[in-house]
């Protein structure tokens, strides 16, 4: 595992240019997360709409991993369903081994299972960092849980 | 003058690699390594002379009490307090903040006294006084940090006036590495009667002390921060400050006698002491006190200041590096902050461990004040002891052309 391959460009790309930033005006759920042992923190709106995710708003400050993971995380769910997020969500836990399994990652087909979030395939050989990773889909889960509670 | 390269063969844990290279250990200001000296004075007592101190008829018994209240002797002298009786120990610095804050200030402060703290302080010196304020009602007020990343005295005057009743100060920074300005703010409290805390946590560890020449009222510090185990760690405290506070916990080992409604505590330092203490950990710290004694703290300020001049020199080399600190040695100590470029310390701390081995730590070093002053997340943080070498601060720099690399900046 060489340094290059947890830092591929496709991840320094979002770290500097973060997709989907800001914060949305109309209706829409608002979930923060931090990791405190850190600092990096991690803010994020959704509008949610007939069961779709159809506009999300990032904010952020941190590492590389954990803000590019937020930026990919929030191209990658605008258009899906709630259910379709919810098995991202997984298959992402899955990659970084912070669910138990197989990752689903297949090295004959790059991108076929989590698109660009396969780029952070590389941190799950760096167990100090993958809650860097996992900060926005804690944060995304937070959103999502605060629908099903209201 | 200090031999590091030798000191090194001392030190078990220098000899590992990490991720296929040699240790690089640059994080001494979170914790020290630990000479075969402790760890072998620890396992010797486990294995030969183990019991519970300050009770028992016995002969180990007494051994035990003999090495455990030899330790506190040895701290003594190392701060050159009047009187080991004046050495309490304690889990470590924050236990100690806590038992100065809790034990001297819940039953003095009250509605419009004052605590004065300095926005350099780390957690452990800020949040046992915000517990202590909200009780009683007492007031926060900060000193500034100065462009110098040195504490700004310009407002003291403004500060220091009857209402103050406790001052407690960093005498190092664990960031900037800046020494603090123990004596004026030491002399500000007692001119108005006020109390002096000094948070000794860096400062012990890589200054010679003298704790009466110093004149505060409390100094709090760890020992694993000064090669000893963890677990253990020191409020030292004038006798009278000592005697004219009750004790916050109460057990075995801190009274004289106990009725059934009443009891009576026993002398300083016991009666802060309830339970039974951490005694093998205190004869480690013993063992670490001799080490360093026997290495002369002038000597272990004098190699501070040559590895951390060398380190400044160095990462004046790197483009894009910026230090939150002081420039000049003699005002500060071993801890170096920095901000490269726009790469996240956590991504540095990560590339560092990766491709040189060198152990460094990244975030807010339990100082989030300080960070929101700079206007910082985060930073990484490089420090020194004793054991380092110029080609530790080499490996450092190296690692930090390989980040930029990494980032697309060269």
Not at chain 1, 22 to 39: F, K, M, Q, V
Not at chain 1, 86 to 105: C, D, N, R, W, Y
Not at chain 2, 349 to 359: F, P, Y
Request: charge should be negative; glycine fraction near 8%; charged fraction near 20%.
């Amino acid at each position: 595992m060489s340094i290059q391959e947890l830092y591929r460009e496709v991840i320094l790309d979002h770290y500097r240019n973060p997709r989907r930033q800001g914060t949305l005006a109309g209706d829409h759920i608002h979930a923060e997360g931090n990791n405190p042992s850190c600092g990096d923190e991690f803010s994020l709106d959704l509008e949610v709409t007939d069961g779709h995710i159809t506009d999300a708003a990032i904010q952020g400050q941190g590492c590389s991993i954990s803000q590019a993971s937020g930026s990919m995380m929030a191209e990658a769910i605008v258009g899906k369903s709630i259910e379709e997020v919810a098995e991202l969500t997984h298959q992402f836990k899955l990659m970084m081994s912070i669910e138990e399994g197989e990752s689903p990652v297949d090295p004959s087909r790059p991108g076929s299972v989590l698109g660009d979030l396969e780029a952070l395939q590389g941190v799950r050989k760096f167990p100090v960092r993958i809650k860097c990773a996992d900060l926005p889909w804690t944060t995304l889960e937070d959103a999502l849980a605060q629908r099903n509670a209201s | 003058m200090i031999d590091a390269a030798a000191i090194r063969k001392d030190f078990p844990i220098l000899e590992r690699e990490v991720n296929g290279k040699p240790l690089v250990y640059l994080d001494s200001a979170a914790t020290t390594q630990k000479p075969s000296q402790v760890i072998d004075a620890i396992s010797e007592y486990y294995r030969t002379i183990n019991a519970n101190v300050h009770r028992g008829a016995y002969s180990l018994a007494d051994e035990a009490t003999t090495a455990y209240e030899s330790s506190r002797a040895k701290v003594a002298r190392f701060i050159n307090a009047a009187t080991p009786s004046e050495v309490v120990f304690t889990r470590g610095t924050t236990a100690a903040l806590n038992l100065a804050a809790y034990g001297w200030g819940l039953d003095r402060l009250g509605t419009g006294s004052r605590i004065l703290l300095t926005k350099m302080e780390h957690h452990s010196n800020v949040v046992p006084w915000q517990l202590v304020a909200k009780r009683t009602g007492a007031e926060l007020v900060y000193l500034d940090i100065n462009a110098e990343f040195g504490v700004d005295l310009g407002t003291l005057d403004e500060l220091v006036d009857d209402r103050l009743a406790i001052v407690a100060v960093s005498g190092m920074s664990n960031v900037t590495g800046t020494i603090g300005p123990v004596r004026e703010l030491v002399d500000a409290a007692h001119s108005v009667g006020a109390i002096a805390v000094v948070d000794g946590a860096q400062a012990v560890p890589h200054l010679p002390t003298d704790v009466q020449a110093m004149d505060a009222d409390f100094v709090a510090f760890s020992s694993h921060k000064m090669l000893g185990p963890t677990g253990i760690g020191v409020l030292w405290g004038k006798r009278e400050r000592l005697e004219e506070m009750e004790p916050l916990e109460g057990g075995g080992e801190m009274i004289t006698d106990v009725r059934l409604y009443e009891s009576e505590w026993a002398p300083i330092p016991h009666k802060f002491e309830a339970g039974t203490p951490p005694i093998a950990q205190a004869v480690g710290f013993g063992a670490a006190i001799d080490y360093l004694a026997a290495l002369g703290m002038e000597e272990v300020r004098r190699h501070e200041v040559e590895i951390t001049g060398y380190a400044l020199e160095r990462l004046a080399d790197v483009p894009d590096l910026e230090i939150f600190g002081p420039t000049d040695v003699a005002q500060r100590g071993g801890a170096v902050s920095f901000q490269l470029a726009d790469i996240h310390a956590h991504d540095i701390a990560t590339i560092l461990d990766e491709e040189q081995g060198v152990a460094v730590r990244a975030g807010h070093h339990c100082a989030k004040p300080l960070m929101r002053h700079f206007e910082v997340p985060a930073t990484a943080r490089a420090s020194f002891y004793v054991y380092n070498v110029p080609s530790d601060v080499d490996a450092l720099v190296a690692g930090l052309f390989q980040a930029r690399e990494v980032f697309g900046l060269s």
